[in-house]
């Protein structure tokens, strides 16, 4: 057996249910071996999309995703890519041929320096005798969601030697290790539990590793137990829907009443949640809370914003632990949440935000966005994956367009980064034929990868895309005006998306006024793969949250006042 070949069968013990690649001299040896064994290989056209692709099919299965890019100049063009994965902790594989060492070639890179610059792991394979070891410990660092990994692979000669010995491979699936539960006795679960008896206003935050976790049972079940409010990250969204204490969304993307009430809050309990700046105003979730975070990463725990109490353990383990401490403790709630006036706020927290007015065409004939996402929310199939490209569109369309439930809601800007969204739509609709997944793009976003149109329609991925068209790249043109200076460096010609998308063979129809969706309603009508809807937006209409942004930054002012906190007891 030969080294690819051994590679390629390492790979599917893995249980990886497909491989994404761009073929270079090296990794088309690999893409062969395992199309030879019956395994699929998604080919794109671009570095950084495999990747983005690799990443929204981990997403959506959980499971490590395998990628496959040349060296030098191929493994650079997925640096963005992979610090997104890198900050999301996807389990996502990333295999590149070994570069050539010596100075002053075409394709020279330091790729170890590079790759852990990403934020990356850097696994070199160390020639034919370590085939086995050299492939499981890269899956097992990716199944300790220490990735993306990079696996160094022979060069072709390497790759097509022949194995010394019989070849045997042990996967990594079953060697990694997991969060072990608290103990309900310890210190740290008994002051959790005291900080919560004690308050009178709690509120829970839940954020992806409540959801990864499977702990919303168990936050349930403490918020009746202590009368505390739910809440959650905007990547934990849709995970209290229907409870009567859901306050919805934090942060910069939640309602006015939901800021209002975390602010007054006085104890936080953040189950999974990092405390970034879009959920703390980039200053603190209440001045005068207690916050206690949970998180089964260490380093995690106290990075971005100051906590009071730290739980590192698996978040559903961690609140069924609180939730036995207070049971033998036998506290009783005494929440001032529970007012007839409180009642009233905490309910309009979660209601539905309507946005803008319906407002006519500007002078260009273009419409605002949110009477467009309206129709698009009623047409749209309710049993859908939403996937979010970044860029000023995303606030208009997290108000008006809803998903089921949290694991629906794809989230590409990690790193910040607008254009990501595309390759992440296209794994995730490999992922999930069992939903209709629809990627929500700007133009400026969706013109940097759009060669992968053509990777949609050869792989007949069903993927439904909204380019929500402003010709601009509109928050920074918006920042420039609020200064008094022109902003005319970010607005751009008119692109016939929907001609583009045709050209490569994918339906489209294009959008300027609300009588054109009903062209969008016979477009979803049997849908098999991949179509576009060109949707024409004005520019000119201002999201509710840009009331509270300061010129020049992207983050709303934090909300609250400094309040002296009391002697808190413990639980027992």
Same mark, same amino acid.
């Given at each position: 057996?030969?080294?690819?070949?051994?590679?390629?069968?390492?790979?599917i013990a893995?249980r990886?249910?497909?491989?994404f690649?761009?073929?270079?001299?090296?990794t088309?040896?690999?893409g062969? @071996?395992l199309?030879?064994?019956?395994?699929?290989?998604?080919?794109g056209?671009?570095?950084q999309?495999?990747?983005?692709?690799?990443?929204?099919?981990?997403?959506?299965?959980?499971?490590?995703?395998?990628?496959?890019v040349g060296h030098g100049?191929?493994?650079?063009?997925?640096?963005?890519g992979?610090?997104?994965v890198?900050?999301?902790?996807?389990?996502?594989?990333?295999?590149?041929?070994q570069?050539?060492e010596?100075?002053?070639?075409?394709?020279?890179?330091?790729?170890?320096?590079?790759v852990e610059?990403?934020?990356?792991r850097y696994?070199?394979m160390?020639?034919?005798s370590?085939?086995?070891?050299?492939?499981?410990e890269?899956?097992?660092?990716v199944?300790?969601?220490q990735?993306?990994?990079?696996?160094?692979?022979?060069?072709?000669?390497g790759?097509e030697?022949?194995?010394?010995?019989?070849w045997?491979?042990e996967?990594a699936?079953?060697?990694f290790?997991?969060?072990?539960?608290?103990?309900p006795?310890?210190d740290v679960?008994?002051e959790?539990?005291g900080?919560?008896a004690?308050a009178r206003?709690?509120?829970?935050?839940a954020?992806?590793?409540?959801?990864?976790?499977g702990a919303?049972?168990e936050?349930?079940v403490?918020?009746e137990?202590?009368?505390a409010?739910?809440?959650?990250?905007?990547q934990?969204?849709?995970?209290?829907?229907g409870?009567?204490r859901n306050?919805g969304m934090?942060g910069?993307y939640?309602?006015d009443?939901?800021?209002?009430?975390? @602010?007054?809050?006085?104890?936080?309990?953040?189950?999974?949640?990092?405390?970034?700046?879009?959920q703390?105003?980039?200053?603190?979730l209440?001045?005068?809370?207690?916050?206690?975070?949970?998180d089964?990463?260490p380093?995690?725990?106290?990075?971005?914003?100051?906590?009071?109490?730290?739980i590192v353990?698996?978040?559903r383990?961690?609140?069924?632990a609180i939730?036995r401490?207070?049971e033998?403790a036998?506290?009783?709630?005494?929440s001032a949440?529970t007012?007839?006036a409180?009642c009233?706020?905490v309910?309009?927290a979660?209601?539905?935000?309507?946005?803008?007015p319906?407002?006519e065409?500007d002078?260009?004939g273009r419409m605002?966005?949110?009477p467009?996402?309206?129709?698009?929310e009623?047409l749209l199939p309710?049993?859908?994956?939403?996937?979010?490209d970044a860029?000023?569109?995303?606030?208009?369309?997290?108000?008006?367009i809803?998903?089921?439930?949290p694991?629906?809601?794809?989230w590409?800007a990690?790193f910040g980064s607008?254009?990501l969204?595309?390759?992440?739509g296209l794994?995730? @609709?490999?992922?999930?034929?069992?939903?209709h997944?629809v990627l929500?793009?700007?133009?400026?976003?969706?013109?940097?990868?759009?060669?992968?149109?053509?990777?949609?329609?050869?792989?007949r991925?069903?993927?439904?895309?909204?380019?929500?068209?402003?010709c601009?790249?509109?928050?920074?043109?918006?920042?420039m005006?609020?200064?008094?200076?022109?902003?005319d460096?970010g607005?751009?010609?008119?692109v016939d998306?929907a001609?583009?998308?045709?050209?490569?063979?994918?339906?489209?129809?294009?959008?300027?006024a609300?009588?054109d969706?009903?062209?969008?309603?016979?477009?979803l009508?049997?849908r098999?793969?991949?179509?576009?809807?060109?949707?024409?937006?004005?520019?000119?209409?201002i999201?509710r949250s840009f009331?509270?942004?300061?010129p020049g930054?992207?983050?709303?002012?934090?909300k609250?006042?400094p309040?002296v906190?009391?002697e808190?007891?413990?639980a027992r």
């Amino acid at each position: 057996m030969k080294v690819v070949d051994a590679i390629a069968e390492a790979i599917i013990a893995e249980r990886v249910g497909m491989a994404f690649c761009v073929p270079d001299e090296v990794t088309i040896h690999i893409g062969q @071996a395992l199309r030879e064994r019956g395994f699929r290989v998604v080919r794109g056209r671009h570095e950084q999309n495999v990747v983005a692709m690799a990443d929204g099919y981990a997403r959506a299965t959980g499971m490590p995703a395998v990628c496959a890019v040349g060296h030098g100049p191929a493994l650079a063009q997925t640096g963005t890519g992979m610090m997104t994965v890198a900050r999301r902790r996807s389990p996502v594989l990333v295999l590149t041929p070994q570069g050539d060492e010596s100075r002053g070639g075409v394709k020279e890179l330091d790729a170890r320096r590079f790759v852990e610059s990403v934020g990356a792991r850097y696994v070199q394979m160390r020639g034919a005798s370590w085939v086995s070891e050299d492939v499981r410990e890269a899956f097992r660092l990716v199944r300790l969601r220490q990735g993306p990994v990079v696996l160094a692979v022979p060069q072709v000669s390497g790759i097509e030697a022949e194995l010394r010995g019989p070849w045997r491979y042990e996967p990594a699936i079953d060697l990694f290790l997991r969060p072990t539960a608290p103990d309900p006795e310890s210190d740290v679960i008994d002051e959790a539990a005291g900080l919560l008896a004690w308050a009178r206003q709690p509120v829970i935050v839940a954020g992806r590793g409540a959801v990864l976790s499977g702990a919303r049972e168990e936050i349930v079940v403490l918020a009746e137990r202590t009368g505390a409010l739910l809440a959650t990250s905007l990547q934990g969204r849709e995970l209290f829907r229907g409870h009567p204490r859901n306050i919805g969304m934090i942060g910069a993307y939640g309602t006015d009443t939901a800021v209002e009430l975390l @602010a007054e809050a006085d104890c936080i309990l953040a189950v999974g949640v990092a405390l970034n700046a879009y959920q703390t105003g980039g200053g603190t979730l209440a001045a005068n809370a207690r916050v206690i975070q949970i998180d089964s990463d260490p380093s995690r725990i106290g990075e971005i914003a100051r906590v009071d109490g730290a739980i590192v353990a698996d978040a559903r383990a961690a609140v069924q632990a609180i939730n036995r401490a207070l049971e033998q403790a036998e506290i009783s709630p005494s929440s001032a949440w529970t007012t007839d006036a409180m009642c009233e706020r905490v309910a309009s927290a979660s209601r539905p935000v309507l946005g803008s007015p319906l407002a006519e065409p500007d002078a260009s004939g273009r419409m605002p966005m949110t009477p467009v996402l309206r129709g698009l929310e009623a047409l749209l199939p309710k049993e859908r994956v939403v996937i979010a490209d970044a860029g000023d569109f995303v606030l208009y369309t997290i108000d008006e367009i809803s998903v089921p439930d949290p694991g629906s809601w794809v989230w590409t800007a990690d790193f910040g980064s607008i254009g990501l969204g595309l390759g992440v739509g296209l794994g995730t @609709a490999l992922a999930r034929p069992d939903r209709h997944c629809v990627l929500f793009a700007g133009d400026g976003g969706f013109m940097m990868n759009v060669q992968e149109l053509e990777t949609a329609v050869r792989e007949r991925i069903p993927l439904t895309m909204v380019v929500l068209d402003d010709c601009a790249y509109r928050p920074e043109v918006r920042f420039m005006e609020a200064l008094g200076k022109p902003g005319d460096v970010g607005l751009f010609d008119e692109v016939d998306f929907a001609a583009v998308a045709r050209a490569f063979g994918i339906p489209a129809v294009t959008v300027r006024a609300l009588e054109d969706l009903d062209a969008v309603a016979d477009l979803l009508v049997g849908r098999e793969g991949p179509v576009l809807i060109d949707a024409k937006v004005s520019g000119l209409e201002i999201h509710r949250s840009f009331a509270s942004y300061e010129p020049g930054t992207l983050i709303p002012a934090a909300k609250g006042s400094p309040v002296v906190a009391a002697e808190v007891p413990s639980a027992r």
